[in-house]
Antibody, heavy 121, light 109 residues
Framework: QLQLQESGPGLVKPSETLSLTCAVS??????????WGWIRQPPGKGLEWIAS???????YYNPSLESRVSISVDTSKNQFSLKLSSVAAADTAVYFC?????????????WGLGTQVTVSS | EIVMTQSPATLSVSPGERATLSCRAS??????LAWYQQKPGQAPRVLIY???TRATGIPARFSGSGSGTEFTLTISSLQSEDFAIYYC???????????FGQGTKLEIK
């Protein structure tokens, strides 16, 4: 069974770049069976899909964030990562990494526990 | 972008009663619709996909219906563990992306 664990700084200054990592266990990020992704949840608000990546490196981004976001896979460490540049207070949220199957229905069926990121000086 | 609108924002129901949650899409998503449950401090978990198919391990009291732009999640007899926030999500335009509804909070009456 897949297990995902997010990590990264809990506090980021405005205008800086947020970097998060999701460690994967139970399978390989090189597997063609999955898409890997990030979703965030601002305090007291709903869910927002940020980006997804396939093992091949093919990436998909939320159009509203595309100019600031980058997602990638690191096969050597069996993890995938998110970078969000020029952050502002509105980027304060719990960030989840999640996965969905490459074949079948593209719904997120495994999630990490989430990591709180606060943007503040 | 397809906008998903959920109603009501908050639903108060007594344990043992039926709860009906709605989700509307700004344009047709066929049956490419999922429902998630989120409890405080936890990640969401998928309940329903394909508008009406229960995910593995989800109790039969959860059912989904609808197609096109109107969808419903019904919980037939509420248990204490069902009080949570529920989100719908469309995936009809994957790739490249998805959109979630803003959520319905199901609370104990």
């Amino acid at each position: 069974q897949l297990q995902l664990q997010e990590s990264g700084p809990g506090l980021v200054k405005p205008s800086e770049t947020l970097s998060l990592t999701c460690a994967v266990s139970g399978d390989s990020v090189s597997s063609s069976s999955y898409y890997w992704g990030w979703i965030r949840q601002p305090p007291g608000k709903g869910l927002e899909w940020i980006a997804s990546v396939y093992y091949s490196g093919r990436t998909y981004y939320n159009p509203s964030l595309e100019s600031r976001v980058s997602i990638s896979v690191d096969t050597s460490k069996n993890q995938f990562s998110l970078k969000l540049s020029s952050v502002a207070a509105a980027d304060t949220a719990v960030y989840f990494c999640a996965v969905f199957p490459a074949v079948g229905t593209p719904v997120f069926d495994s999630w990490g526990l989430g990591t709180q990121v606060t943007v503040s000086s | 972008e397809i906008v998903m609108t959920q109603s009501p924002a908050t639903l108060s129901v007594s344990p043992g009663e039926r709860a009906t949650l709605s989700c509307r899409a700004s344009q047709s998503v066929s049956i490419n619709l999922a429902w998630y449950q989120q409890k405080p401090g936890q990640a969401p978990r998928v309940l329903i996909y394909g508008a009406s198919t229960r995910a593995t391990g989800i109790p039969a009291r959860f059912s989904g219906s609808g197609s096109g732009t109107e969808f419903t999640l019904t919980i037939s007899s509420l248990q204490s563990e069902d009080f949570a926030i529920y989100y719908c999500q469309q995936y009809t335009n994957w790739p490249p992306g998805y959109t979630f509804g803003q959520g319905t909070k199901l609370e104990i009456k």
